[in-house]
């Protein structure tokens, strides 16, 4: 089993910057494709950011593409989510998700077996 927790969401004005951690615990992430989702109220939960377990690959919704960037760091069990240039449609409750068995340059946009429980991102004037 795995546990994510998510952190370093909060209030945000437009054009601000913010960056979430997701801590694992249970087993070791270096085996683990990594993503973050989305979910803004009355919406489905959206696909924001994936990187490889390897770390050699990522992939990026378009609607962040240039503005959101997902790193981690496998000694720390735990992965980012640097978010720069932050719009009001940004708004949303964000998750951190974790997979395994898959290519080590897997880059995955659904099949996410482990999730964490979020953390609030408001981006507001």
């Known amino acids: 089993q795995v546990q994510l927790v998510e952190s370093g969401g909060g209030l945000v004005q437009p054009g601000g910057s913010l960056r979430l951690s997701c801590a694992a615990s249970?087993?070791?992430?270096?085996?683990?494709?990594m993503s973050w989702f989305r979910q803004a109220p009355g919406k489905e939960r959206e696909f924001v950011a994936a990187?490889?377990?390897?770390?050699?690959?990522?992939d990026y919704a378009d609607s962040v593409k240039g503005r959101f960037t997902i790193s981690r760091d496998n000694a720390k069990n735990t992965v980012f989510l640097q978010m720069n240039s932050l719009e009001v449609e940004d708004t949303a409750v964000y998750y951190c998700?974790?997979?395994?068995?898959?290519?080590?340059?897997?880059?995955?946009?659904?099949?996410?077996?482990?999730w964490g429980q979020g953390t609030q991102v408001t981006v507001s004037s």
């Open positions: 998700a974790a997979v395994t068995g898959i290519p080590y340059i897997a880059t995955p946009r659904r099949g996410y077996r482990y």
């Open positions: 249970g087993r070791t992430l270096s085996s683990f494709a």
């Open positions: 990187i490889s377990w390897s770390s050699w690959n990522t």
